[in-house]
């Protein structure tokens, strides 16, 4: 197991798996959805914004953090 960028890692607490580049990318080739699973506060609300920005769904604002006297 090297440290090439181009192979994924999953990583589960003290295990690593590597997983062949092309199984990932054919099994991501066959969903249209995905779950993003995490403690409460990890900022699910600001990725998901940027997905919907980058996928076209938003135009503008999404991800920003800003404080109450920039509203």
Do not use: Q, W
Not at 39 to 57: I, N, Q, R, S, V
Request: cysteine-free; overall charge positive; charged content about 25%.
């Amino acid at each position: 197991m090297g440290n090439d960028p181009a192979t994924p890692t999953v990583t589960a607490a003290t295990t690593s798996v590597v997983v062949p580049d092309g199984d990932v990318r054919r099994e991501a080739a066959r969903r249209r959805t995905f779950a993003i699973v995490s403690h409460p506060d990890a900022g699910k609300t600001t990725l998901t914004e940027k997905f919907l920005l980058y996928g076209g769904a938003l135009t503008a604002g999404a991800g920003s953090v800003r404080g109450k006297g920039e509203r």
